[in-house]
């Protein structure tokens, strides 16, 4: 006769294999929040949160293909990025992550908008990665109107072109050429029916930098396409593609915006810096402690520090932050522990990497936007 398959010992192997099921279910529901982190976004205007302080948008308005994109700790990538546009005509989409409002969606603790006069600085930093496939320009967008809207369309638009690869080019038509924030552009200007454009075009491509978002607002300002009583809206960056476009990344953004009188340049309240980099060299390779040490009257939370490694010098692994990318422009976020940095106070990282010729110390540290000492 066959044994039974209600024998206790079959319901003990019964319960534990429920018992096992729960479990298995338990932890799809626990890892769901990291899955759906990391999960795509396509939806034609669809956005997220990072850093607790910044907006990725999908932003695809110019066409009915599919697009989409990955938000990451510090930017996004573009991962799907069907169709194409005439390069004569107006690009597919704006994928971008951005501080202050756009169409009502505002990034969280944003004190956008702000009247220009009252904007003592407004630095910025980035880091852009390219592919060679796409026809597209990387650009910031930074948003000017008389009146503190957060919807619909503003009346000035700033461009800052740091990249184009293909055939297109800026709205209207070139009117010389400027120095602004230390660098050299071409300028155009012109409108496209809703509002005016002013548009800074770099000679070659900018991968990386740390600037002040208000020294082309003024420049924009002393040409009569704006005011010292308008408002700064919102301080975009991201991609306008035409043809193709996947495999484009932001890898790090940083926007902060410093309220106070701009003719003494001191905001109020003050956020400064100063960083220590200690290190041990050997020949090939190398290790960095670096403090950051918050020097000014309000706690930085979050922290992300942005500086540039010297060529040849590449980062193997990182520890009391994440790091990213390896090499180049690269960014270090705080982690869950030491992600705040009260007013004088510091938080230490560090990290060990592979060298190749003769060692240099790293560029341009650069707090949330603020440059460090």
Not at 282 to 287: D, E, I, L, S, V
Request: hydrophobic share 40%; glycine share 12%; charged share 10%.
């Amino acid at each position: 006769m066959q044994a039974s398959s209600h024998r206790p010992g079959a319901a003990r192997g019964m319960l534990g294999a429920l018992l096992l099921a729960l479990a298995a279910v338990a932890a799809l529901l626990t890892a769901a929040p990291a899955a759906l982190a990391a999960t795509p976004i396509c939806d034609q205007y669809g956005s997220t949160t990072i850093q607790g302080r910044y907006v990725v948008q999908n932003n695809r308005w110019g066409t009915g293909a599919t697009q989409c994109v990955t938000a990451t700790a510090t930017g996004f990538q573009v991962t799907r990025a069907d169709g194409a546009v005439p390069t004569d005509g107006a690009p597919k989409s704006y994928p971008s992550v951005f501080n202050g409002c756009h169409y009502t969606n505002c990034s969280p603790g944003t004190v956008l908008p702000a009247k220009v006069s009252g904007i003592a600085s407004a630095p910025t930093g980035i880091s852009y990665g390219y592919v060679g496939d796409a026809v597209y320009n990387a650009s910031y967008d930074i948003w000017l109107d008389p009146t503190p809207r957060t919807d619909g369309v503003n009346r000035t638009e700033i461009m800052i072109w740091f990249h184009k690869a293909g055939p297109i080019q800026p709205i209207g038509s070139p009117v010389g050429t400027a120095t602004v924030a230390g660098r050299a552009w071409q300028v155009w200007t012109g409108g496209n029916g809703s509002n005016d454009v002013i548009s800074f075009v770099a000679p070659s491509a900018i991968t990386g930098w740390s600037f002040d978002v208000m020294d082309f607002v003024r420049e924009t300002v002393s040409r009569g396409m704006a005011g010292n009583d308008w408002y700064l809206t919102s301080v975009q960056a991201g991609f306008e593609p035409w043809q193709n476009g996947a495999g484009l990344t932001v890898d790090s953004f940083s926007s902060a915006v410093n309220l106070g009188d701009p003719g003494t340049g001191e905001p109020e309240p003050s956020t400064a810096c100063r960083v220590t980099y200690a290190t041990n060299v050997w020949t090939g390779g190398f290790t960095a402690d670096v403090t950051i040490a918050n020097t000014g009257s309000v706690p930085v939370d979050p922290w992300t520090l942005s500086f540039t490694l010297p060529s040849g010098q590449r980062i193997t692994q990182a520890w009391n932050a994440t790091v990213t990318p390896a090499s180049g422009a690269v960014t270090a976020t705080g982690l869950a522990h030491n992600g705040r940095i009260a007013a004088g106070a510091s938080q230490t990282f560090g990290f060990q990497g592979t060298s190749s010729g003769p060692f240099a110390r790293p560029s341009g540290f650069s707090l949330n936007g603020t440059l460090c000492a």
